[in-house]
């Protein structure tokens, strides 16, 4: 069965740093580019950050660059985001997502996310 | 930044209704456009790709139609197990991906 499992999540203090990992299971992942999203409490999807098959091509959303890097270990099947200076709305569920192989292919593989939450 | 605006943001229907949302982009997105169903607690799930390409498994009730920076998705007839929150998604140039707000499609 294709999947994807995120862990890492848990209470941060605002500053301070979170890595996140992403365990992909059931399909070639060396294959596919990924990608995190994230869902504040009760909000919509927000696009964080994709990386390439490779690592060749990596792309940030401007509300994180410069503070959360992707990287993966394709020999590990594994996705990660290290997060840092998080802030209160940084709090969210974040998940990683696959990106299909398809022309013009969307999002077609989903963990279940893990929950950051940033306070003091 | 593509801005992505889905209409409306809540939709109050009963089974069997026809159900239509529309999502306008703030600049040309060509045929890079994606639809979402998440249900509460659930991660989303993808329907449509490529405007108005099924995503395997998904009942042929659902369809998507559209161009450039105008399109919809359409439930010809609205199921329980359609109630749920949809978002929109283009991917114009595969550097940004930007979501729609979200449609609640609540029970009338």
């Known amino acids: 069965e294709v999947e994807l499992e995120e862990s890492g999540g848990g209470l941060v203090q605002p500053g301070g740093s979170r890595r996140l990992s992403c365990a992909a299971s059931g399909f070639r992942f060396r294959s596919y580019s990924m990608n995190w999203v994230r869902q504040a409490p009760g909000k919509g999807l927000e696009w964080l950050a994709f990386?390439?098959?490779?690592?060749?091509?990596?792309h940030y959303a401007d509300s994180v660059k410069g503070r959360f890097t992707i990287s993966r270990d394709n020999a590990q099947n594994s996705l990660f985001l290290q997060m840092s200076s998080l802030r209160d709305d940084d709090t969210a569920l974040y998940y990683c997502?696959?990106?299909?192989?398809?022309?013009?292919?969307?999002?077609?593989?989903w963990g279940q996310g893990t929950m950051v939450t940033v306070s003091s | 930044d593509i801005q992505m605006t889905q209409s409306p943001s809540t939709l109050s229907a009963s089974v069997g209704d026809r159900v239509t949302i529309t999502c306008r982009a703030s600049?040309?997105?060509?045929?890079?456009l994606a639809w979402y169903q998440q249900k509460p607690g659930k991660a989303p799930k993808v329907l449509i790709y490529?405007?108005?390409t099924l995503e395997n498994g998904v009942p042929s009730r659902f369809s998507g139609s559209g161009s450039g920076t105008e399109f919809t998705l359409t439930i010809s007839s609205l199921q329980p197990d359609d109630f749920a929150t949809y978002f929109c998604?283009?991917?114009?140039?595969?550097?940004?991906?930007?979501f729609g707000q979200g449609t609640k499609v609540e029970i009338k």
């Open positions: 990386i390439s098959s490779t690592s060749n091509t990596i």
């Open positions: 490529k405007v108005s």
């Open positions: 998604q283009q991917y114009y140039d595969y550097s940004e991906w930007t």
């Open positions: 997502a696959r990106l299909g192989n398809r022309a013009f292919d969307a999002f077609d593989i």
């Open positions: 600049q040309s997105v060509s045929d890079w």
